[in-house]
């Protein structure tokens, strides 16, 4: 069975940074595309970065270009985001996800498997 757990959120001031890492199991990782997703409080889940199966390309939302950077390592079956200068509004869980053959990258329905997620909490 698969699955996808998080890990390395927690508190942090603003300005600070945090990564966080997505372990995948029984899951053939190259064959994904990964993605995180966050859901603030009281808000719909959103698209926040992906990348492609071989780590050659990212996509990241408009909100976080810039301070946050996704990897991978195929070898670890893991999936990274380095999150920095991170605000408030940023707080939020954080979700991994996995997605065969996605046709966006922001859409979450095209994603196949979840984690359980993470929490992120940005105080001023």
């Known amino acids: 069975q698969v699955h996808l757990v998080e890990s390395g959120g927690g508190l942090v001031q603003a300005g600070g940074s945090l990564r966080l890492s997505c372990a995948a199991f029984?899951?053939?990782?190259?064959?994904?595309?990964m993605g995180w997703f966050r859901q603030p409080p009281g808000k719909e889940r959103e698209f926040v970065a992906a990348?492609?199966?071989?780590?050659?390309?990212?996509s990241y939302a408009d909100s976080v270009k810039g301070r946050f950077a996704i990897s991978r390592d195929n070898a670890k079956n893991t999936v990274y985001l380095q999150m920095n200068s991170l605000k408030p509004e940023d707080t939020a869980v954080y979700y991994c996800?996995?997605?065969?053959?996605?046709?966006?990258?922001?859409?979450?329905?095209?994603?196949?498997?979840w984690g359980q997620g993470t929490q992120v909490t940005v105080s001023s």
């Open positions: 996800a996995a997605a065969r053959s996605p046709l966006a990258f922001s859409r979450r329905y095209e994603y196949d498997y």
């Open positions: 029984e899951l053939t990782f190259s064959s994904y595309v």
């Open positions: 990348i492609t199966k071989s780590g050659g390309t990212t």
